[in-house]
């Protein structure tokens, strides 16, 4: 049953939520360049089937691209229609997105707990860094969590109701969820929701759940005609392509070198939910409490399958384990009150920003022992931006995170939500833009001189997609010959014959070989 709240209560904590979200999400939301390689892969993709006016088949320097499914492309090319060919446009379904998330979580808790709480778990959510992160960024996975928690909510509340309303609207995400990303918005649902009736001894009901012939309707009404219509354009290239290469292959063995351990997600998390990481350890350690009550088991099963799943498989990517992040802030939330020490969870982010504090250090000294000239030329890069500035926006903000834990008539609730808007402050307004600086903005001001000037190029030893969409035009990737004009890094620099040096920045060279 719903706590007791308020009138006032009830009216403040949305829009206390709302203006979290719009400082989390939407604030800056353009001051960084596009992030290679997936933010600009998929706004290059999204550029050209601008340019072509082929809304069916998504291309990437000419070639077709069948990493994801359409529904992105479709989200992005609206706002690009509305807002122009920009960082803000790319990069605005996902924050709304991330909005529609939030509210799903708030209102799915509010329900069961009451406003408090689900001010407390949606706030966690959005103030989360990783989230934050993936909230902001021009690629799928903002979409799919959202699709992914109404999908969850819903096949719950028809588990509980038996309400049909509900099962279709599960189906009906599911569809959108798998026009998003492909399969995995059908795999967390069906495995999730089998293991629960499986531990609640209810298997006959979930049988009758997923094999709803309505519900199935629904979903193929939603998610089929795009396949349909991409097999028919594409063949069997698109079968290997999506379903074989950038699915079963993603599980089956390491893709694109992106492997790692099966304790790879461990430090992800600890990283992941700053700076709420020591709830996280009190919801483990409450875990026999939690389980009495059958929704915590649910949420508990949700995430511990996503944990496995995504450990197990040969393809690791830190962005996987958002996945399992909605039934965790909701875990926190329901968790917090129970905890005996709410004043140790402020050690974490103060842990974290006094490494921060002293990675200037770490990278000076690396700076020294590291001979790849890229490595090296980035690492320069790094020292010369964090200068006084930055120590004095870090030391700040350890200042003010401090300070907050001495607020007389804070509760532990408030603070580690102010603590929280402390770090969305630090991230959205200075640390991305400066991570963007050093990583992209030679990418983009290559690419923009590129265009200004009508270079041909031919990208060599690097890839960086977000010059085709900045320079508005192809690359060849290959060796470059006499008279032509590369983008390489540093590095490379040497084995070119007699270039001149067009531009250079933080390890990004654009030159031409002499004819």
């Known amino acids: ?27 800056a939301l353009g001051s960084a360049p596009l992030f290679d390689v997936d933010e600009g892969a998929f706004s290059e993709a999204t550029r050209e089937m601008i340019v072509s006016k082929n809304y069916l088949t998504t291309y990437l320097n000419g070639a077709p691209r069948f990493d994801k499914p359409i529904l992105i492309y479709w989200l992005q090319v609206a ?17 709304l997105a991330g909005t529609a998330w939030a509210t799903s ?22 103030l989360s860094l990783q989230v934050i992160v993936i909230a902001k960024a021009a690629i799928a996975d903002g979409v799919l969590n959202f699709f992914l928690a109404i999908t969850m909510f819903a096949l719950l509340h028809h588990y509980k ?47 009758k759940m997923v094999l709803s012939p309505s519900g199935i309707i629904l979903f193929l009404a939603i998610a089929l005609p795009w396949y349909l219509l991409e097999y028919r354009d594409q063949g069997m290239a698109f079968i290997n392509g999506f379903f074989f290469k950038h699915n079963i292959s993603r599980f089956n063995s390491s893709f694109e070198g992106h492997s790692g351990s099966l304790f790879y ?20 350690f409450r875990a026999k409490a939690l389980l009495s009550d059958s929704t915590n088991r649910f949420l508990f099963i949700w995430f ?80 010369e931006l964090m200068g006084e500035t930055y120590l004095f926006v870090v030391i700040a903000s350890i200042v003010g995170v401090t300070a907050i834990q001495f607020l007389p008539r804070f509760s532990a609730e408030a603070k ?26 030679p990418v983009k001001e290559a690419a923009l001189l590129a265009r200004k000037e009508g270079y041909k190029i ?16 192809f690359v060849e990737k290959r060796s470059p010959e006499p008279g032509e004009v590369v983008l390489t890094t540093v590095k490379q620099l040497d084995k070119l014959e007699h270039p001149t040096v067009l531009y250079s920045k933080y390890g990004i060279v654009m030159a031409k070989l002499r004819q």
């Open 79 to 95: 706002a690009v229609k509305l807002f122009g060919l920009n960082e803000f446009a790319f990069r605005l379904p996902s924050a």
């Open 458 to 473: 031919v990208m060599w030893k690097s890839y960086n997609p977000s010059f085709l969409v900045y320079s508005e035009s």
């Open 265 to 284: 997600y461990l430090p992800v998390i600890i990283l992941g939910l700053m700076p709420f990481t020591g709830i996280f350890f009190t919801v483990l």
């Open 105 to 126: 979580i708030f209102l799915f808790v509010r329900k069961e707990s009451g406003n408090r709480q689900a001010f407390l778990a949606a706030a966690m959510m959005v």
């Open 304 to 383: 511990g399958f996503v944990f496995l799943f995504f450990s197990l498989s040969g393809t690791k990517l830190p962005h996987y384990m958002i996945y399992g992040y909605t039934p965790l802030f909701i875990l926190m939330a329901r968790a917090l009150p129970s905890s005996s020490h709410p004043w140790r969870f402020v050690l974490w982010p103060l842990l974290l920003l006094a490494g921060l504090v002293c990675l200037p250090l770490f990278l000076q000294r690396a700076l020294v022992e590291i001979n790849d000239a890229y490595i090296k030329a980035l690492l320069a890069g790094a020292t």
């Open 416 to 441: 580690l939500i102010a603590t929280g808007a402390v770090f969305s402050v630090l991230i959205n307004f200075y640390l991305m833009p400066l991570a963007g600086k050093l990583l992209q903005e």
């Open 161 to 207: 109701s038996g309400s049909k309303q509900a099962l279709h609207l599960a189906f009906a995400a599911a569809g959108f969820g798998m026009l998003t990303k492909g399969p995995i918005a059908l795999v967390i649902p069906v495995a999730v929701t089998f293991l629960f009736s499986l531990q609640e001894g209810t298997l006959k009901k979930w049988l």
């Open 1 to 27: 049953m719903p706590l007791n709240q308020t009138k006032s209560e009830t009216a403040w904590l949305p829009a206390a939520l709302a203006i979290l979200i719009l400082v989390s999400f939407f604030a």
